[in-house]
Nanobody, 115 residues
């Protein structure tokens, strides 16, 4: 069992930056592929970014070049650095831990991009 707690969300103006954190507990963090998803009001949850156990990363086209995912296995934490934020980035952001058939989710953190 893995528990995930996201933090770092908030209100930011267009063009601003935020860094989200997701701290994991309950199992060996380094063996999990970690991902970020988001869900905007009235929309389905969508993939944002993923980082594997070997630090391979991938991004949704909508955030490529603006967002950067990273992990610190010593701190059991995955990060999402979000730059050049746009109003369409407004959503609840969730982190997910994945290993074979195991899949865990955090409770989410709200990101609002507005002037």
């Amino acid at each position: 069992q893995v528990q995930l707690v996201e933090s770092g969300g908030g209100l930011v103006q267009p063009g601003g930056s935020l860094r989200l954190s997701c701290v994991a507990s309950g199992d060996l963090f380094s063996i999990y592929t970690m991902a970020w998803y988001r869900q905007a009001p009235g929309k389905q949850r969508e993939f944002v970014s993923v980082i594997t156990t070997g630090d391979t990363t991938s991004y949704a086209d909508s955030v490529k070049g603006r967002f950067t995912v990273s992990r610190d296995n010593a701190k059991n934490t995955v990060y999402l650095q979000m730059n050049s934020l746009k109003p369409e980035d407004t959503a609840v952001y969730y982190c997910s831990a994945n290993r074979f058939t195991l899949n865990y989710w955090g409770q989410g953190t709200q990101v609002t991009v507005s002037s």
